[in-house]
């Protein structure tokens, strides 16, 4: 199976630094704006994307604790009745709601739109914000549901049979987008008679 790298730690965060920017310029200043990064990766890159925007916006360095938090899509995915199992993680509104903020939604590598689609729908119980932006750091494209990001850091084509991985330090260690060509699986009668068996080596 190939594997290639494609972003490095300076090429994240120059990926991110671009996006706070344009995030900043699209909301015309930090008024009224809230990220929320949805787990566990997304939210990794909205305190990240939180600690850029201290550095080059006042207004949001003084309030930064109560514009930050994170939205769990779990319970509002389209496959957990197929047998995909996925473990919930917390969902941090800041103290001053979403109620008419415009809410910045982070993820990692956005594809098939499905867990955008799911982070909606979270929103739908929590409040009625002004506006709902998108910022990813990949987009792979392949998207199932008509869903685009506002903001993103590096758009990568990609063929269908290659994955997409983002690796952070918080939660990996090292910093890193790398794509894998993922093998076919072979028919159990072409596969080698160890595979067949159930001999493991």
Do not use: C, F
Not at 19 to 44: C, K, Y
Not at 78 to 107: C, E, N, Q
């Amino acid at each position: 199976m190939g594997t290639r790298t494609v972003l490095q730690n300076t090429d994240i965060t120059r990926a991110l630094t671009r996006i706070a920017h344009e995030i900043l310029e699209a909301n015309h200043g930090a008024s009224d704006l809230v990220l929320l990064g949805i787990p566990t990766r997304g939210a990794v890159l909205a305190e990240r994307l939180a600690a850029i925007l201290s550095d080059i916006e006042p207004e949001w360095a003084a309030d930064r604790e109560q514009r930050l938090g994170t939205l769990d899509v779990t319970m509002h995915r389209d496959d957990l009745g197929h047998g995909i199992g996925r473990a919930p993680h917390r969902t941090t509104i800041p103290t001053s709601g979403i109620d008419g903020k415009v809410v910045v939604l982070v993820d990692d590598v956005l594809y098939s739109g499905r867990t955008v689609r799911a982070a909606l729908d979270a929103l739908q119980g929590i409040g009625r914000p002004r506006a709902v932006r998108l910022a990813v750091l990949v987009d792979r494209g392949h998207r199932e549901l008509p869903i685009r990001a506002d903001h993103v850091g590096k758009n990568l084509p990609t063929a269908s049979d290659e994955r997409v991985t983002l690796r952070l330090t918080e939660t990996d260690g090292r910093d890193e987008v790398v794509i894998e060509q993922i093998e076919p699986q072979q028919p159990a009668a072409q596969q080698p008679a160890a595979h067949r068996t159930g001999v493991t080596s």
